[in-house]
């Protein structure tokens, strides 16, 4: 009888083992890490209405870092979120709204008239689209450079230093993916992908189907 | 013979039910970070000095951004923390909270720790100056902004209100939304302390 027992607590660790195995191979369920924090912040944006980490809560944001100064030829990722915001309608967002957030890195020029020029020139609906900074420069590097781990640095002499790149924000104000700009793979594509992924997430995050998507984090089921 | 199958399959079923219903992985009550790095650490200033979260290294730290003046939300959230922290016990011991006040203007040092020991002995309050304070709760997503009041109250601050955990090694790991209860909050810092 103990050894039937103690077969049966042997055949059944196995199975555990075998199905935790299995879950994180086969990978039926693929999550976007909960990465850290957010930045908080209250920035001014093209309108010269307050655009604040609080406003975006329930939405995902991408944000995107640059200055209107930047000299020819400057990283092209306006044209990313362009094709992005087109395409939008390829995935099941179940109705979450997704904000585009440019933050400039030159507030000395970059006022709010500025910016709403900038982004006439290329065409931005700033519904979706909003183009901010804050004249408060230790802020903006605490929000930029420690936040969002956004290198940049003033060269003198109107020039700007910075690492491109966009940062995906979920509607509880968790960082699940960052960007590093490219020029070899569609950055387009994989947030698309990024977007639907989340989605997913949060049309599962209640009930039963919730611990599953917990064990996809634990197993690091992470979507590529 | 086919009856002993039939039984055996039963109670084969029965055990792997149980087991699953045993050995469920704990639902964490907030939203769990996967932080690979470990969270801004600061120093700001309490009644006893310097309070630092790495101070607390091998406790678990929870993080409160409020105010003295706050009319409900605070005393609400304070109030869930200090009786979870009754619930648990001796367990209590290795849970430290911090309440970092945004009113820099109006909370002392001194008047915090006042404030702070109505909820639990064990608490802590402190406070900087303003560039301390916006730097310190930007970075962990606090947004914080001083609003009209009344007559009786003067200023108030919206802000907020979540409860943050850091984990025993400075890490960020959980996200506690407003309204969380006492029981909530004890169950996963209890399963927290077992790990």
């Known amino acids: 009888m103990s050894k039937h027992y103690f077969n049966g607590i042997y055949a059944f660790a196995a199975f555990l083992v075998i199905s935790a195995f299995a879950f994180k191979v086969i990978q039926p369920i693929q999550v976007l890490p909960r990465m850290r924090l957010s930045p908080a912040y209250n920035f001014i944006d093209q309108d010269n209405q307050p655009l ?31 094709e992005i915001q087109a395409r939008l309608g390829e995935v099941d967002l179940g109705g979450i709204p997704v904000s585009f957030v440019t933050i400039s890195i030159d507030p000395d020029r970059d006022t709010p008239e500025v910016l709403r020029a900038y982004g006439e020139s290329i065409d931005a609906d700033f519904d979706h ?11 903006l590097k605490t929000v930029v450079g420690a936040g969002f781990e956004t290198y940049y640095e003033d060269k003198g002499g109107g020039n700007i230093t910075f690492d491109p790149g966009y940062v995906l924000v979920d509607g509880w104000g968790i960082i699940r993916s960052e960007y590093r700009y490219t020029t070899e793979v569609s950055d387009a594509d994989r947030i698309l992908r990024h977007l639907g992924v989340l989605a997913e997430e949060v049309r599962n995050s209640t009930g039963s189907s919730k611990l599953a998507y917990e064990a996809a984090h634990l197993f690091l089921c992470y979507a590529p | 013979m086919r009856l002993k199958v039939f039984l055996s399959v039963i109670v084969v079923v029965l055990g792997l039910a149980a087991g699953f219903y045993f050995f469920r992985p704990h639902t964490f009550h907030g939203t769990v970070i996967q932080s690979p790095e470990r969270s801004f650490d600061f120093t700001l200033t309490g009644a ?10 091998g406790k678990i730290v929870l993080l409160y951004f409020g105010y003295t003046f706050c009319p409900d939300i605070c005393p609400g959230t304070l109030g869930n923390v200090a009786q979870a922290l009754r619930d648990m016990g001796a367990k209590a011991d290795e849970v430290q ?23 639990h002995p064990s608490f802590i309050g402190v406070t900087g100056s303003k560039e301390q304070l916006d730097e310190v709760a930007s970075l962990y997503g606090i947004f914080y902004q001083k609003t009209e009041g009344s007559s009786a109250t003067g200023y108030l601050i919206d802000h907020t209100a979540t409860l943050l955990v850091l984990d025993r090694e400075g890490f960020l790991k959980m996200v506690f939304p407003f309204g969380v209860t006492a029981k909530e909050i004890a169950d996963d810092l209890k399963y927290m302390l077992r790990q």
């Open chain 1, 52 to 82: 604040t980490s609080e406003t975006l809560r329930g939405q995902f944001a991408l944000y995107s870092f640059t200055y209107t100064h930047c000299p020819e030829p400057c990283y092209n990722m306006t044209e990313t979120i362009r």
């Open chain 1, 129 to 139: 689209w909003k183009f901010a900074t804050t004249t408060n420069k230790d802020l």
């Open chain 2, 48 to 57: 006893q000095g310097d309070v630092s979260p790495s101070d607390f290294r």
């Open chain 2, 97 to 119: 909270l911090i309440m970092v006040s945004l009113d820099p203007e109006r909370d002392t040092p001194e008047k915090l720790a006042e404030y702070m020991k109505h909820f």
